[in-house]
Protein backbone atom coordinates (compact mmCIF):
# COMPACT_ATOMS: atom_id res chain seq x y z
CA UNK A 1 0.00 0.00 0.00
CA UNK A 2 2.77 2.87 0.72
CA UNK A 3 5.40 3.46 -1.28
CA UNK A 4 8.06 6.04 -0.77
CA UNK A 5 10.08 5.73 2.55
CA UNK A 6 6.86 3.98 4.34
CA UNK A 7 7.53 0.85 6.42
CA UNK A 8 5.03 -1.59 6.85
CA UNK A 9 5.72 -3.77 10.06
CA UNK A 10 3.84 -6.76 11.37
CA UNK A 11 2.71 -7.25 14.81
CA UNK A 12 -0.32 -9.58 16.31
CA UNK A 13 -3.45 -8.12 16.91
CA UNK A 14 -4.42 -7.92 20.74
CA UNK A 15 -6.60 -4.92 21.33
CA UNK A 16 -9.05 -3.94 17.43
CA UNK A 17 -9.17 -0.54 16.02
CA UNK A 18 -7.15 2.07 13.96
CA UNK A 19 -4.81 4.64 15.15
CA UNK A 20 -3.37 7.36 13.63
CA UNK A 21 -0.59 9.60 15.40
CA UNK A 22 3.00 10.59 16.60
CA UNK A 23 5.56 7.91 17.36
CA UNK A 24 6.42 8.11 20.69
CA UNK A 25 8.93 5.34 21.50
CA UNK A 26 9.50 4.45 25.27
CA UNK A 27 12.50 4.65 27.10
CA UNK A 28 13.82 1.41 28.62
CA UNK A 29 13.66 0.88 32.51
CA UNK A 30 15.82 3.95 34.25
CA UNK A 31 19.84 3.25 34.23
CA UNK A 32 19.54 5.55 37.83
CA UNK A 33 23.50 5.72 37.93
CA UNK A 34 24.06 9.80 37.99
CA UNK A 35 23.09 10.04 41.62
CA UNK A 36 26.05 10.90 44.23
CA UNK A 37 25.87 8.20 46.83
CA UNK A 38 25.12 10.04 50.71
CA UNK A 39 25.93 8.96 54.19
CA UNK A 40 23.81 5.93 55.28
CA UNK A 41 21.16 8.06 56.91
CA UNK A 42 20.53 10.11 53.60
CA UNK A 43 20.71 6.85 51.30
CA UNK A 44 17.85 5.63 53.89
CA UNK A 45 16.20 8.87 53.31
CA UNK A 46 16.52 8.96 49.88
CA UNK A 47 14.65 5.76 49.41
CA UNK A 48 12.04 6.52 51.92
CA UNK A 49 11.21 9.63 49.79
CA UNK A 50 11.15 7.70 46.85
CA UNK A 51 8.93 5.04 48.29
CA UNK A 52 6.42 7.68 49.63
CA UNK A 53 6.62 9.40 45.70
CA UNK A 54 5.57 6.42 44.25
CA UNK A 55 3.04 5.19 46.71
CA UNK A 56 1.54 8.71 46.15
CA UNK A 57 1.69 8.61 42.09
CA UNK A 58 0.08 5.30 42.32
CA UNK A 59 -2.31 6.17 44.67
CA UNK A 60 -3.16 9.36 42.36
CA UNK A 61 -3.53 6.66 39.34
CA UNK A 62 -5.94 4.78 41.41
CA UNK A 63 -8.01 7.49 41.22
CA UNK A 64 -8.72 7.49 37.49
CA UNK A 65 -8.43 3.66 37.26
CA UNK A 66 -12.20 3.87 36.97
CA UNK A 67 -12.37 -0.21 36.23
CA UNK A 68 -11.54 -2.91 39.44
CA UNK A 69 -9.11 -4.64 37.36
CA UNK A 70 -6.28 -2.06 37.26
CA UNK A 71 -7.56 -0.27 40.37
CA UNK A 72 -6.47 -3.86 41.52
CA UNK A 73 -3.01 -3.71 40.26
CA UNK A 74 -2.20 -0.52 41.34
CA UNK A 75 -3.95 -1.16 44.83
CA UNK A 76 -1.54 -3.78 45.09
CA UNK A 77 1.29 -1.82 44.31
CA UNK A 78 0.30 0.47 46.84
CA UNK A 79 -0.11 -2.14 49.50
CA UNK A 80 3.40 -3.92 49.03
CA UNK A 81 5.25 -0.14 48.90
CA UNK A 82 3.51 0.03 52.29
CA UNK A 83 4.53 -3.08 53.47
CA UNK A 84 7.70 -3.37 55.81
CA UNK A 85 8.45 -7.33 55.04
CA UNK A 86 9.19 -5.88 51.63
CA UNK A 87 11.09 -2.88 52.16
CA UNK A 88 12.99 -3.76 55.22
CA UNK A 89 15.79 -5.45 53.36
CA UNK A 90 16.40 -2.75 51.49
CA UNK A 91 17.29 -0.46 54.92
CA UNK A 92 19.24 -3.25 56.25
CA UNK A 93 21.31 -3.16 53.27
CA UNK A 94 21.66 0.31 53.53
CA UNK A 95 22.59 0.49 56.86
CA UNK A 96 25.37 -1.81 55.98
CA UNK A 97 26.94 0.78 53.81
CA UNK A 98 24.52 -0.11 50.31
CA UNK A 99 23.77 2.77 47.97
CA UNK A 100 19.74 3.02 47.73
CA UNK A 101 19.57 2.05 44.47
CA UNK A 102 21.22 -1.07 44.79
CA UNK A 103 19.90 -2.08 47.91
CA UNK A 104 16.25 -1.57 46.59
CA UNK A 105 17.12 -4.10 43.33
CA UNK A 106 18.15 -6.38 45.50
CA UNK A 107 15.41 -6.03 48.28
CA UNK A 108 12.90 -6.38 45.18
CA UNK A 109 14.58 -8.99 43.40
CA UNK A 110 13.59 -11.30 46.36
CA UNK A 111 10.18 -10.19 45.62
CA UNK A 112 10.11 -10.76 42.00
CA UNK A 113 11.56 -14.08 42.48
CA UNK A 114 8.79 -15.49 45.10
CA UNK A 115 6.31 -14.77 41.87
CA UNK A 116 8.58 -15.17 38.44
CA UNK A 117 9.05 -18.72 39.41
CA UNK A 118 5.53 -19.50 39.61
CA UNK A 119 3.69 -22.24 38.06
CA UNK A 120 0.59 -20.48 38.41
CA UNK A 121 0.04 -17.70 35.75
CA UNK A 122 -1.61 -15.29 37.60
CA UNK A 123 1.18 -15.43 40.67
CA UNK A 124 4.05 -14.78 37.10
CA UNK A 125 1.93 -11.83 36.35
CA UNK A 126 2.30 -10.35 39.34
CA UNK A 127 6.09 -10.72 38.71
CA UNK A 128 5.93 -7.88 36.12
CA UNK A 129 3.62 -6.15 38.48
CA UNK A 130 6.56 -6.11 41.26
CA UNK A 131 9.16 -4.92 37.93
CA UNK A 132 6.82 -1.91 37.43
CA UNK A 133 7.13 -0.90 40.99
CA UNK A 134 10.88 -1.32 41.29
CA UNK A 135 11.51 0.86 38.72
CA UNK A 136 8.46 3.46 39.61
CA UNK A 137 10.78 3.91 43.15
CA UNK A 138 14.29 3.59 40.75
CA UNK A 139 12.64 6.48 39.30
CA UNK A 140 11.89 8.36 41.69
CA UNK A 141 15.22 7.72 43.24
CA UNK A 142 16.90 9.20 40.32
CA UNK A 143 14.96 12.28 40.11
CA UNK A 144 13.60 10.79 36.58
CA UNK A 145 10.20 11.81 35.63
CA UNK A 146 9.42 9.98 32.45
CA UNK A 147 8.54 12.89 29.84
CA UNK A 148 4.85 13.16 29.84
CA UNK A 149 2.97 11.60 26.66
CA UNK A 150 0.94 13.57 24.67
CA UNK A 151 -2.77 12.59 23.46
CA UNK A 152 -3.10 10.38 20.70
CA UNK A 153 0.61 8.74 20.36
CA UNK A 154 1.34 5.70 18.74
CA UNK A 155 3.28 3.98 21.70
CA UNK A 156 6.18 1.87 20.65
CA UNK A 157 8.62 -0.19 22.84
CA UNK A 158 9.82 -3.36 23.81
CA UNK A 159 6.53 -3.95 27.03
CA UNK A 160 4.22 -1.48 28.83
CA UNK A 161 3.30 -1.68 32.35
CA UNK A 162 0.05 -1.23 33.03
CA UNK A 163 0.49 1.76 35.47
CA UNK A 164 2.20 3.71 32.61
CA UNK A 165 -1.07 2.81 30.29
CA UNK A 166 -2.85 4.46 32.83
CA UNK A 167 -1.14 7.55 32.76
CA UNK A 168 -1.28 8.24 29.61
CA UNK A 169 -4.77 9.68 28.16
CA UNK A 170 -5.08 7.29 24.85
CA UNK A 171 -7.75 9.26 23.11
CA UNK A 172 -7.22 7.81 19.65
CA UNK A 173 -3.75 6.89 20.15
CA UNK A 174 -2.72 3.18 20.03
CA UNK A 175 0.37 0.54 21.51
CA UNK A 176 2.82 -1.19 19.76
CA UNK A 177 5.19 -3.56 21.55
CA UNK A 178 8.26 -6.12 20.20
CA UNK A 179 6.90 -7.89 23.49
CA UNK A 180 3.91 -8.65 25.36
CA UNK A 181 1.13 -11.45 25.48
CA UNK A 182 -2.06 -11.25 24.66
CA UNK A 183 -3.43 -12.07 27.85
CA UNK A 184 -1.36 -9.35 30.14
CA UNK A 185 -2.99 -6.93 32.05
CA UNK A 186 -1.77 -4.35 29.39
CA UNK A 187 -3.66 -6.15 26.76
CA UNK A 188 -6.86 -6.25 29.17
CA UNK A 189 -6.62 -2.82 29.59
CA UNK A 190 -6.39 -1.81 26.08
CA UNK A 191 -9.06 -4.06 25.17
CA UNK A 192 -11.34 -2.59 27.79
CA UNK A 193 -10.59 1.19 27.13
CA UNK A 194 -11.06 0.43 23.56
CA UNK A 195 -7.17 1.27 22.33
CA UNK A 196 -5.68 -0.27 19.33
CA UNK A 197 -2.81 -2.83 20.32
CA UNK A 198 -0.37 -4.86 18.36
CA UNK A 199 1.75 -7.09 20.12
CA UNK A 200 5.27 -9.64 18.88
CA UNK A 201 6.05 -6.79 16.55
CA UNK A 202 8.25 -7.61 13.90
CA UNK A 203 11.83 -5.49 14.41
CA UNK A 204 12.19 -2.66 12.29
CA UNK A 205 14.98 0.39 13.06
CA UNK A 206 11.81 3.13 13.44
CA UNK A 207 14.45 5.94 14.10
CA UNK A 208 13.99 8.90 12.48
CA UNK A 209 10.34 8.21 11.89
CA UNK A 210 7.70 10.46 13.82
CA UNK A 211 4.36 9.43 12.20
CA UNK A 212 2.59 6.01 12.37
CA UNK A 213 -0.79 4.21 11.40
CA UNK A 214 -1.71 1.18 13.64
CA UNK A 215 -3.91 -1.08 11.83
CA UNK A 216 -5.42 -3.65 14.08
CA UNK A 217 -7.87 -5.14 12.13
CA UNK A 218 -5.00 -5.74 10.05
CA UNK A 219 -2.08 -6.86 11.70
CA UNK A 220 0.20 -3.89 11.20
CA UNK A 221 2.20 -0.73 11.87
CA UNK A 222 2.58 1.52 8.89
CA UNK A 223 5.15 3.91 9.68
CA UNK A 224 5.91 7.26 7.75
CA UNK A 225 2.71 6.61 5.36
CA UNK A 226 2.21 8.27 2.23
CA UNK A 227 -0.43 10.87 1.62
CA UNK A 228 -2.70 8.09 -0.58
CA UNK A 229 -2.02 5.52 2.29
CA UNK A 230 -2.84 8.11 5.12
CA UNK A 231 -6.30 8.83 3.71
CA UNK A 232 -7.26 6.38 2.51
CA UNK A 233 -6.94 4.91 6.64
CA UNK A 234 -8.49 7.92 7.21
CA UNK A 235 -11.64 7.27 5.58
CA UNK A 236 -11.87 3.86 7.21
CA UNK A 237 -11.26 5.08 10.73
CA UNK A 238 -13.97 7.39 10.03
CA UNK A 239 -16.33 4.72 9.19
CA UNK A 240 -15.28 2.61 11.82
CA UNK A 241 -15.96 5.15 14.14
CA UNK A 242 -19.42 6.18 13.19
CA UNK A 243 -20.31 2.60 13.26
CA UNK A 244 -19.14 2.06 17.09
CA UNK A 245 -20.98 4.94 18.11
CA UNK A 246 -23.58 3.79 16.21
CA UNK A 247 -23.18 0.28 18.05
CA UNK A 248 -22.33 2.00 20.99
CA UNK A 249 -25.68 3.64 21.23
CA UNK A 250 -27.90 1.22 21.10
CA UNK A 251 -25.91 -1.39 23.22
CA UNK A 252 -27.58 0.83 26.70
CA UNK A 253 -30.94 0.46 24.91
CA UNK A 254 -33.38 -2.25 24.62
CA UNK A 255 -33.65 -3.41 21.01
CA UNK A 256 -36.16 -2.62 19.22
CA UNK A 257 -37.15 -3.13 15.78
CA UNK A 258 -38.18 -0.25 13.38
CA UNK A 259 -41.89 -1.16 13.07
CA UNK A 260 -41.66 -1.30 16.70
CA UNK A 261 -41.54 -4.66 18.13
CA UNK A 262 -39.32 -5.56 21.05
CA UNK A 263 -36.76 -8.46 21.05
CA UNK A 264 -35.44 -9.78 23.46
CA UNK A 265 -31.14 -10.02 23.35
CA UNK A 266 -29.78 -11.88 25.50
CA UNK A 267 -25.34 -13.33 25.94
CA UNK A 268 -23.77 -16.66 25.65
CA UNK A 269 -21.07 -17.25 27.83
CA UNK A 270 -18.53 -19.83 28.47
CA UNK A 271 -16.91 -18.87 31.84
CA UNK A 272 -18.03 -16.45 34.48
CA UNK A 273 -15.24 -14.52 33.87
CA UNK A 274 -16.34 -13.37 30.69
CA UNK A 275 -19.34 -11.56 33.04
CA UNK A 276 -16.36 -8.87 34.14
CA UNK A 277 -16.82 -7.05 31.12
CA UNK A 278 -20.38 -6.82 30.13
CA UNK A 279 -22.87 -4.50 31.65
CA UNK A 280 -25.89 -6.28 32.63
CA UNK A 281 -28.10 -3.91 31.43
CA UNK A 282 -26.81 -3.88 28.26
CA UNK A 283 -28.63 -7.51 27.55
CA UNK A 284 -32.20 -9.05 28.72
CA UNK A 285 -30.34 -11.87 30.41
CA UNK A 286 -27.92 -14.84 29.21
CA UNK A 287 -29.79 -17.17 26.66
CA UNK A 288 -26.87 -19.80 26.92
CA UNK A 289 -24.12 -20.62 29.32
CA UNK A 290 -22.16 -23.58 28.07
CA UNK A 291 -20.96 -25.33 30.93
CA UNK A 292 -18.03 -27.47 29.08
CA UNK A 293 -15.46 -24.97 30.50
CA UNK A 294 -16.96 -24.02 33.33
CA UNK A 295 -17.35 -28.07 34.74
CA UNK A 296 -13.81 -29.44 33.71
CA UNK A 297 -12.90 -32.74 34.31
CA UNK A 298 -12.55 -31.98 38.35
CA UNK A 299 -15.36 -30.37 38.46
CA UNK A 300 -17.89 -33.26 36.77
CA UNK A 301 -18.79 -34.78 40.47
CA UNK A 302 -18.49 -31.50 42.57
CA UNK A 303 -21.18 -30.15 43.39
CA UNK A 304 -20.41 -27.16 45.18
CA UNK A 305 -17.54 -26.15 42.65
CA UNK A 306 -20.49 -25.79 40.63
CA UNK A 307 -23.25 -24.13 42.46
CA UNK A 308 -20.53 -21.51 42.99
CA UNK A 309 -20.38 -21.09 39.47
CA UNK A 310 -23.91 -21.08 38.83
CA UNK A 311 -24.92 -18.79 41.93
CA UNK A 312 -22.19 -16.39 40.36
CA UNK A 313 -24.19 -16.12 37.03
CA UNK A 314 -27.37 -15.77 38.66
CA UNK A 315 -26.28 -12.85 41.17
CA UNK A 316 -24.50 -11.31 38.23
CA UNK A 317 -27.90 -11.10 35.68
CA UNK A 318 -29.77 -9.48 38.82
CA UNK A 319 -33.18 -11.42 37.89
CA UNK A 320 -32.71 -11.57 34.46
CA UNK A 321 -33.68 -14.89 32.91
CA UNK A 322 -30.22 -17.35 32.72
CA UNK A 323 -30.59 -20.36 30.54
CA UNK A 324 -27.59 -23.06 31.44
CA UNK A 325 -26.92 -26.02 28.93
CA UNK A 326 -26.03 -29.04 30.43
CA UNK A 327 -22.89 -30.68 29.54
CA UNK A 328 -22.26 -30.72 26.13
CA UNK A 329 -19.31 -32.70 25.71
CA UNK A 330 -18.61 -34.92 22.76
CA UNK A 331 -18.44 -33.89 18.92
CA UNK A 332 -15.46 -31.11 18.53
CA UNK A 333 -15.75 -30.77 22.83
CA UNK A 334 -14.53 -34.14 24.52
CA UNK A 335 -13.73 -34.01 28.00
CA UNK A 336 -10.73 -36.33 28.78
CA UNK A 337 -12.24 -39.68 30.67
CA UNK A 338 -16.34 -38.89 30.45
CA UNK A 339 -16.59 -38.69 26.22
CA UNK A 340 -16.08 -41.59 24.59
CA UNK A 341 -13.01 -41.73 22.25
CA UNK A 342 -12.05 -42.52 18.93
CA UNK A 343 -15.62 -42.94 17.45
CA UNK A 344 -15.65 -42.61 13.49
CA UNK A 345 -17.94 -39.79 13.38
CA UNK A 346 -18.12 -37.97 16.33
CA UNK A 347 -20.85 -35.04 15.52
CA UNK A 348 -22.85 -38.37 14.82
CA UNK A 349 -21.93 -39.69 18.25
CA UNK A 350 -22.91 -39.65 21.78
CA UNK A 351 -22.75 -36.29 22.13
CA UNK A 352 -25.07 -34.34 24.48
CA UNK A 353 -28.12 -35.49 26.62
CA UNK A 354 -26.84 -39.00 24.94
CA UNK A 355 -23.85 -39.26 26.44
CA UNK A 356 -25.11 -37.31 30.00
CA UNK A 357 -27.82 -40.22 29.66
CA UNK A 358 -25.43 -42.53 29.76
CA UNK A 359 -23.41 -40.93 33.04
CA UNK A 360 -26.20 -40.54 35.12
CA UNK A 361 -24.45 -39.63 38.33
CA UNK A 362 -22.64 -36.74 36.26
CA UNK A 363 -25.91 -35.48 35.19
CA UNK A 364 -27.21 -35.64 38.60
CA UNK A 365 -24.37 -33.67 40.37
CA UNK A 366 -25.33 -30.99 37.56
CA UNK A 367 -28.89 -30.83 37.92
CA UNK A 368 -28.36 -30.85 41.81
CA UNK A 369 -26.15 -27.97 41.83
CA UNK A 370 -28.70 -26.21 39.21
CA UNK A 371 -31.54 -26.63 41.33
CA UNK A 372 -29.64 -25.44 44.59
CA UNK A 373 -28.94 -22.12 42.39
CA UNK A 374 -32.94 -21.59 41.67
CA UNK A 375 -33.56 -19.84 44.19
CA UNK A 376 -31.34 -16.75 42.86
CA UNK A 377 -32.87 -15.91 40.05
CA UNK A 378 -34.89 -17.09 36.89
CA UNK A 379 -33.02 -20.09 36.11
CA UNK A 380 -33.52 -22.01 32.68
CA UNK A 381 -31.78 -25.48 32.37
CA UNK A 382 -31.54 -26.42 28.59
CA UNK A 383 -30.63 -29.93 27.38
CA UNK A 384 -28.24 -30.38 24.04
CA UNK A 385 -28.67 -32.59 21.26
CA UNK A 386 -32.17 -33.87 21.99
CA UNK A 387 -33.46 -36.62 19.13
CA UNK A 388 -36.39 -38.09 20.64
CA UNK A 389 -39.04 -37.09 23.37
CA UNK A 390 -38.08 -39.84 25.42
CA UNK A 391 -34.45 -38.38 26.39
CA UNK A 392 -36.08 -35.47 27.59
CA UNK A 393 -38.53 -37.18 29.54
CA UNK A 394 -35.46 -39.23 30.91
CA UNK A 395 -33.64 -35.97 31.83
CA UNK A 396 -36.87 -34.36 33.55
CA UNK A 397 -37.31 -37.18 35.67
CA UNK A 398 -33.56 -37.24 36.97
CA UNK A 399 -34.31 -33.28 37.59
CA UNK A 400 -37.85 -33.86 39.87
CA UNK A 401 -35.75 -36.69 41.35
CA UNK A 402 -32.89 -34.20 42.30
CA UNK A 403 -35.03 -31.76 43.39
CA UNK A 404 -36.89 -34.26 45.95
CA UNK A 405 -33.98 -35.37 47.56
CA UNK A 406 -32.53 -32.08 48.13
CA UNK A 407 -36.34 -31.08 49.81
CA UNK A 408 -35.83 -34.07 51.74
CA UNK A 409 -32.18 -33.50 52.98
CA UNK A 410 -33.17 -30.23 53.53
CA UNK A 411 -31.48 -28.27 51.10
CA UNK A 412 -32.57 -24.92 49.98
CA UNK A 413 -33.48 -25.55 46.38
CA UNK A 414 -36.23 -24.57 43.33
CA UNK A 415 -37.22 -26.30 40.56
CA UNK A 416 -35.85 -24.77 37.09
CA UNK A 417 -38.03 -24.20 33.96
CA UNK A 418 -36.47 -27.34 31.48
CA UNK A 419 -36.20 -27.31 27.74
CA UNK A 420 -34.11 -28.39 24.88
CA UNK A 421 -32.08 -26.88 22.61
CA UNK A 422 -32.95 -27.96 18.84
CA UNK A 423 -30.30 -29.03 16.78
CA UNK A 424 -31.19 -31.94 15.67
CA UNK A 425 -33.19 -32.00 12.47
CA UNK A 426 -35.58 -34.70 13.92
CA UNK A 427 -36.54 -32.34 17.05
CA UNK A 428 -36.93 -29.41 14.60
CA UNK A 429 -39.54 -31.69 12.55
CA UNK A 430 -41.64 -33.42 15.31
CA UNK A 431 -41.06 -30.42 17.79
CA UNK A 432 -45.35 -30.90 18.73
CA UNK A 433 -44.14 -34.36 20.46
CA UNK A 434 -42.36 -32.92 22.84
CA UNK A 435 -43.01 -31.87 26.53
CA UNK A 436 -41.40 -28.63 26.84
CA UNK A 437 -40.72 -25.29 28.94
CA UNK A 438 -39.14 -23.58 26.03
CA UNK A 439 -36.73 -23.99 22.90
CA UNK A 440 -33.83 -22.13 21.58
CA UNK A 441 -32.39 -23.13 18.28
CA UNK A 442 -28.91 -24.71 18.20
CA UNK A 443 -28.25 -23.08 14.71
CA UNK A 444 -24.68 -24.24 14.11
CA UNK A 445 -25.61 -27.84 14.67
CA UNK A 446 -29.01 -27.35 12.95
CA UNK A 447 -27.30 -26.26 10.00
CA UNK A 448 -24.52 -29.20 10.00
CA UNK A 449 -27.12 -31.67 10.26
CA UNK A 450 -29.70 -30.08 7.75
CA UNK A 451 -27.05 -30.12 4.66
CA UNK A 452 -24.99 -32.95 5.66
CA UNK A 453 -21.77 -30.79 5.53
CA UNK A 454 -19.16 -30.72 8.50
CA UNK A 455 -18.84 -27.78 10.72
CA UNK A 456 -15.33 -27.46 10.45
CA UNK A 457 -14.80 -28.20 6.49
CA UNK A 458 -13.58 -24.94 5.33
CA UNK A 459 -13.77 -26.35 1.97
CA UNK A 460 -17.74 -26.72 2.88
CA UNK A 461 -18.09 -23.57 4.19
CA UNK A 462 -20.21 -22.26 1.11
CA UNK A 463 -22.61 -25.06 1.14
CA UNK A 464 -23.29 -23.68 5.04
CA UNK A 465 -24.80 -20.72 4.16
CA UNK A 466 -27.58 -19.96 7.24
CA UNK A 467 -29.79 -18.03 4.81
CA UNK A 468 -30.66 -20.85 2.52
CA UNK A 469 -34.01 -21.87 1.86
CA UNK A 470 -34.12 -25.34 3.92
CA UNK A 471 -32.66 -23.67 6.81
CA UNK A 472 -35.03 -20.54 7.08
CA UNK A 473 -37.97 -22.77 6.20
CA UNK A 474 -36.69 -25.15 8.88
CA UNK A 475 -36.80 -22.67 11.78
CA UNK A 476 -39.74 -20.82 10.24
CA UNK A 477 -41.59 -24.13 10.96
CA UNK A 478 -39.97 -24.67 14.71
CA UNK A 479 -40.91 -20.85 15.51
CA UNK A 480 -44.25 -21.51 13.82
CA UNK A 481 -44.90 -25.06 16.41
CA UNK A 482 -43.56 -22.96 19.20
CA UNK A 483 -45.94 -20.54 18.78
CA UNK A 484 -48.49 -22.28 18.57
CA UNK A 485 -47.97 -24.03 22.14
CA UNK A 486 -47.00 -20.91 23.72
CA UNK A 487 -43.47 -22.40 24.04
CA UNK A 488 -41.03 -19.40 24.60
CA UNK A 489 -38.68 -19.61 21.43
CA UNK A 490 -35.07 -18.29 20.76
CA UNK A 491 -31.77 -19.02 18.63
CA UNK A 492 -28.32 -19.16 19.91
CA UNK A 493 -26.05 -20.05 17.77
CA UNK A 494 -23.81 -18.21 15.16
CA UNK A 495 -26.63 -16.60 13.47
CA UNK A 496 -27.94 -14.14 15.65
CA UNK A 497 -24.32 -12.92 15.86
CA UNK A 498 -24.43 -12.41 12.33
CA UNK A 499 -26.09 -8.80 11.50
CA UNK A 500 -26.65 -10.75 7.34
CA UNK A 501 -29.17 -12.94 9.34
CA UNK A 502 -30.71 -10.65 11.51
CA UNK A 503 -33.66 -9.70 9.00
CA UNK A 504 -34.79 -12.94 8.47
CA UNK A 505 -34.33 -14.41 11.71
CA UNK A 506 -37.25 -11.65 12.57
CA UNK A 507 -38.72 -12.56 9.45
CA UNK A 508 -39.36 -16.02 10.27
CA UNK A 509 -41.04 -14.91 13.70
CA UNK A 510 -37.78 -15.41 15.89
CA UNK A 511 -38.32 -12.40 18.70
CA UNK A 512 -35.47 -13.79 21.01
CA UNK A 513 -32.00 -13.69 19.91
CA UNK A 514 -28.89 -14.64 22.09
CA UNK A 515 -25.60 -13.56 21.13
CA UNK A 516 -21.79 -13.09 21.36
CA UNK A 517 -20.99 -10.49 24.17
CA UNK A 518 -19.36 -8.72 21.86
CA UNK A 519 -21.98 -8.58 19.15
CA UNK A 520 -24.26 -6.81 21.84
CA UNK A 521 -24.22 -3.46 20.05
CA UNK A 522 -24.44 -4.59 16.38
CA UNK A 523 -26.66 -6.97 16.93
CA UNK A 524 -29.69 -4.15 18.51
CA UNK A 525 -28.00 -1.75 15.63
CA UNK A 526 -29.41 -4.22 13.13
CA UNK A 527 -32.88 -4.55 14.74
CA UNK A 528 -33.06 -1.40 14.76
CA UNK A 529 -32.91 -0.87 11.09
CA UNK A 530 -35.39 -3.60 10.53
CA UNK A 531 -39.07 -3.41 9.68
CA UNK A 532 -41.01 -6.62 10.28
CA UNK A 533 -43.91 -6.77 7.50
CA UNK A 534 -46.89 -6.90 8.94
CA UNK A 535 -48.69 -10.36 8.74
CA UNK A 536 -45.64 -12.01 9.29
CA UNK A 537 -43.55 -14.18 12.47
CA UNK B 1 10.06 -17.16 53.91
CA UNK B 2 7.09 -17.31 56.10
CA UNK B 3 7.00 -16.15 59.21
CA UNK B 4 6.23 -19.09 61.30
CA UNK B 5 5.25 -17.50 65.31
CA UNK B 6 4.61 -20.62 68.09
CA UNK B 7 1.62 -19.66 69.34
CA UNK B 8 1.38 -21.92 71.97
CA UNK B 9 4.45 -20.07 73.46
CA UNK B 10 2.45 -17.04 74.33
CA UNK B 11 0.46 -17.00 77.40
CA UNK B 12 -1.94 -14.39 76.03
CA UNK B 13 -5.31 -15.05 75.66
CA UNK B 14 -6.32 -15.56 72.03
CA UNK B 15 -9.04 -15.11 69.36
CA UNK B 16 -9.55 -17.27 66.87
CA UNK B 17 -12.14 -17.78 63.88
CA UNK B 18 -11.91 -20.09 60.43
CA UNK B 19 -13.47 -19.80 57.09
CA UNK B 20 -13.48 -21.72 53.66
CA UNK B 21 -11.89 -20.08 50.98
CA UNK B 22 -14.49 -19.49 47.63
CA UNK B 23 -12.65 -17.43 45.72
CA UNK B 24 -12.00 -18.36 42.03
CA UNK B 25 -7.99 -19.18 41.76
CA UNK B 26 -7.31 -19.04 45.37
CA UNK B 27 -6.12 -15.77 47.80
CA UNK B 28 -5.03 -14.09 44.99
CA UNK B 29 -3.85 -9.94 45.03
CA UNK B 30 -7.76 -8.99 44.79
CA UNK B 31 -8.69 -11.09 48.04
CA UNK B 32 -5.31 -10.72 49.65
CA UNK B 33 -5.72 -6.94 49.30
CA UNK B 34 -8.79 -7.00 51.32
CA UNK B 35 -7.88 -9.55 54.01
CA UNK B 36 -4.80 -7.11 54.55
CA UNK B 37 -6.55 -3.61 54.47
CA UNK B 38 -9.39 -5.23 57.22
CA UNK B 39 -6.76 -6.75 59.25
CA UNK B 40 -4.84 -3.16 59.66
CA UNK B 41 -7.82 -2.02 60.72
CA UNK B 42 -7.81 -3.31 63.78
CA UNK B 43 -5.18 -2.75 66.54
CA UNK B 44 -4.74 -6.52 67.52
CA UNK B 45 -1.62 -8.86 66.17
CA UNK B 46 -3.70 -10.80 63.74
CA UNK B 47 -2.20 -14.10 62.03
CA UNK B 48 -3.79 -15.91 58.94
CA UNK B 49 -3.28 -19.86 58.57
CA UNK B 50 -4.36 -23.08 57.00
CA UNK B 51 -4.13 -24.96 59.40
CA UNK B 52 -5.84 -25.00 63.39
CA UNK B 53 -2.28 -25.00 64.99
CA UNK B 54 -0.46 -22.55 62.63
CA UNK B 55 2.37 -21.94 60.94
CA UNK B 56 0.45 -18.47 61.65
CA UNK B 57 1.66 -15.82 58.78
CA UNK B 58 0.88 -11.92 59.81
CA UNK B 59 -2.56 -11.16 58.53
CA UNK B 60 -1.39 -7.07 58.09
CA UNK B 61 1.35 -7.85 55.50
CA UNK B 62 0.28 -8.82 51.61
CA UNK B 63 3.88 -9.95 50.80
CA UNK B 64 3.29 -12.42 53.43
CA UNK B 65 -0.31 -13.20 52.78
CA UNK B 66 0.58 -13.43 49.03
CA UNK B 67 3.23 -15.91 49.51
CA UNK B 68 1.11 -18.55 51.22
CA UNK B 69 -0.17 -19.00 47.30
CA UNK B 70 -3.47 -20.32 49.26
CA UNK B 71 -5.40 -22.48 46.77
CA UNK B 72 -8.81 -22.20 46.27
CA UNK B 73 -11.71 -24.26 48.66
CA UNK B 74 -8.81 -24.09 51.39
CA UNK B 75 -10.04 -23.04 55.38
CA UNK B 76 -8.31 -19.98 56.53
CA UNK B 77 -8.00 -19.55 60.34
CA UNK B 78 -7.78 -16.84 61.92
CA UNK B 79 -5.86 -15.77 65.36
CA UNK B 80 -5.50 -12.20 66.90
CA UNK B 81 -4.18 -11.46 70.34
CA UNK B 82 -4.40 -7.52 71.68
CA UNK B 83 -7.82 -5.84 72.61
CA UNK B 84 -9.94 -6.05 69.57
CA UNK B 85 -8.64 -9.63 68.80
CA UNK B 86 -12.27 -10.50 68.87
CA UNK B 87 -13.66 -8.08 65.96
CA UNK B 88 -10.69 -8.65 64.13
CA UNK B 89 -11.00 -12.55 63.48
CA UNK B 90 -14.79 -12.15 63.14
CA UNK B 91 -14.59 -9.88 60.70
CA UNK B 92 -12.03 -11.48 58.98
CA UNK B 93 -13.67 -14.84 58.68
CA UNK B 94 -17.08 -12.81 57.52
CA UNK B 95 -15.02 -11.22 54.96
CA UNK B 96 -13.97 -14.61 53.66
CA UNK B 97 -17.37 -16.37 53.99
CA UNK B 98 -18.82 -13.69 52.03
CA UNK B 99 -16.58 -14.52 49.28
CA UNK B 100 -14.92 -11.05 49.56
CA UNK B 101 -17.79 -9.00 48.33
CA UNK B 102 -18.03 -6.46 50.91
CA UNK B 103 -15.36 -4.17 50.75
CA UNK B 104 -12.88 -3.46 54.12
CA UNK B 105 -14.54 -0.16 54.50
CA UNK B 106 -17.99 -1.43 55.10
CA UNK B 107 -16.84 -4.21 57.35
CA UNK B 108 -16.05 -4.03 61.23
Not at chain 1, 100 to 125: G, K, N, P, T
Request: net charge negative.
Amino acid sequence: MPDNGAICVRGTPVSPGLARGRLVFLEEASRGAERKQGSREEEAAALERAIAAARAELTTLMDRAMDSDAGMLLEFQVEMLGDPVVTAPAFEAIATGVRAERAWRDAMEIQVREYHDSDDLYFRARASDLRDMRDRVLRHLAGETPAPIVEGSIVVGSDLAPSRFLEIEWRGGGIALTQGSPNSHVAMLARSRGVPMLIELEHADLNGHSEALLDSENGVLVVSPDANAASEFESRRRVAELKRADEERFLHAPAVTASGERIQVLVNIANVKELEAIDPASCDGIGLVRTELLVGKAELHDEEKQYAAYRRILEWAQGRPVTIRTLDAGGDKPVPGYTVDGESNPFLGVRGVRLSLLHPMVLTTQLRALARAATIGPLKVMVPMVTVPRELEQVRLMLDAAVARLRNAGVECAMPELGMMVEVPAAALALDLFETDFVSVGSNDLIQYVTACSRDSAALAALQDPLQPAVMRLLHEVVKQANARRIPASLCGDMASDVRCISGLLDVGLRSLSVAPAALGRVKAAIARHRIAAGRG
Amino acid sequence: MSECESLAMRDEPRAAASAMLAHEGGLHARPAIKVVQLAKRYAAHVWIGTAANGPWIDAKSIARVMAMKTPNHTMLYFTATGGDADAAVKALAQLVSDEFRISPNDAG
